[in-house]
């Protein structure tokens, strides 16, 4: 028994790693702004590496990916004033890249999150099915 949940382990493992992968090779995307890093730039690009909103419910940075973000937006001790972009743009993600992408963002730089499944995301989708625009701060708090 103990050799079948060490084998279970190791293929959720690898399956994670994989995942991991495909999100760094997406998010090359975002590193223009965001950085290889994680870090963004001061004042500008908010970072992603220790970021609560990152950290948090993962609905929030699935949300973000999808719809981008605008308006002030408190990041650590920092207040950002911007717009990002849907992640997809001109490019539409299925929910395993999306998955894939909010995976590597949550798990790399220090981030210590749990990784995000497809499901997770279409599930966020349901929830704000019809929506058109990007999402504000506010839209993002009222997200569990």
Partial sequence: MKKLFNLVTLIFLLALNVQAQDGKSLYVRCASCHQQTGVGITGAIPPLAGSSWVTGPASRTIA????????????????????????????????????????????????????????????VRTATKGRKTAMTEADLLKLK
Wanted: charged share 10%; proline share 5%.
């Fill in 64 to 123: 973000i990916v999808i719809y981008g973000v605008q308006g002030p937006m408190k990041v650590g001790n920092m207040t950002y004033n911007g717009m990002m972009s849907a992640y997809g743009i001109g490019q539409p993600m299925t929910d395993a890249e999306v998955a894939a992408v909010v995976t590597y963002i949550r798990t790399s730089w220090g981030n210590k999150a749990s990784p995000v499944t497809a499901a997770q995301v279409a599930q």
